[in-house]
DNA sequence: GGTAAAACATGACTTTTGTCAGCCTTTAAC
DNA sequence: GTTAAAGGCTGACAAAAGTCATGTTTTACC
């Protein structure tokens, strides 16, 4: 499983348009597009390990990246789902501190790097993208908050069928009345994301299989009733 | 109950110095300064409210705040307790959006207040300013990855233990071999910053108690044996 | 295509934590 | 100073979730 370079162009990537570069001017984009190195990851790949000091920054042009922590008896916590467009590292990076967390290919993935060098010149030349930048990590920090707070006084189904509705969010596909998720999550992924044991989640999904508020699509899940996890989730309904 | 107003002087104010407002230009400490109105708050008024409309930036001149969400059955979660020298709201500032979060005094404060104008000239005016507060954030950011990752795996009695171990850096007044954490909460206080019940936390802080790592001084506690709570959080001793 | 490993699933049991009820103590208000 | 309210405390019990053991299915690899 060794990393292989390949090439991608900025200017013509699909995800600019949503991305924190875009609006960017033609020479700023230029200069991130010269510098950068792009890698082709397979599934289970490592992008940046915790504890280790970060040299620049990611942005994901293909596949599913997930960002986690392991605590001391080895368990793992995701704060991340990460897809194309996003960007990965950005805040260690800015808060000049070695990783607090790892990043882990679950989907074969092309990433590109842009060295911090070419990314802090940016950012210093343009206070407008200086301010997007602070924008987002702060609508980010608000989500953390939110979820933060769900954690300490939501129960594991609650969290669960959330956490189901979040992602339908980010990574649904329309079809109709029912929404396949696209993205392939293991159960311990499913675990380690709302945080709890695996056997719970397995328990879970299979209750509200049964409920036929979801089904199974290969390692994808496709939610029937929106309505119905909202209800177990304990969400007022709109 | 009404606030009062105050006067307060940048220029003289003891926090300066460990504050984001430290080595700021003259001139532009001068315009905050001139600009800012301060208030007297008794415990229990708030500073603001979850779902309004930040209008500018609040720093605390003296006394305590708690920050916290209120969940669907009224269950609150404390996100930040802040003290002299730190600063509110500017999260939901930076990325425009209504306050995710309620502020309120838990010691009798002085607390100032900035204009989001005047504060985001400085910012504008000032990349290395900029530079300063997005690393604030960032560092925040990172706290409370880590927070959340312990909300998620460890018991609450880890929790307790690893928080009043957290107070003990912010609020420890040293005296010896024992510490007085210099903050006034309600068990009901606790609850809400570890994510539990308040029974849950009067019967763990009574074991602590018996088992002399901790003793009660009013409403404040003496962390007596930080090496005991260090195992009871169930850190590497160092 | 066969085999080992990983992922998924289920049952039994234990532990942790939340809930409810009741009571005592301190604080604040008239 | 009396009284009400808030905060603190304890016990009994229930519910939620974790753990362990075991078996099945799927996947990956030689």
Redesign the pocket.
Known sequence: ?QKREITINCTLCDHLKDSLFNGLQPEDLARINNHKTCIQYK?GQNIFYEGTRPTGLFCINGGKVKVFKNNV?G?EFIFYLAKPGDFLGYRALLSEELYGATATVIEDAKICFIQKENFFEVLQRNPVFMKRVVKQVCLQMGIMEERMAELAH??????LAGTLLMLKESYGMEGGESVLLDIA?????W?SLI??????V?????DFKADELIS?E??KIRVLDAKGLAKQADLILA
């Open positions: 499983m599934k008896q368990r939501k129960s594991v189904r609650e969290r999550l293991s159960r311990e992924d675990a945080g709890t044991a695996t056997e719970t397995i328990r879970l999904l299979s199974f290969g390692k």
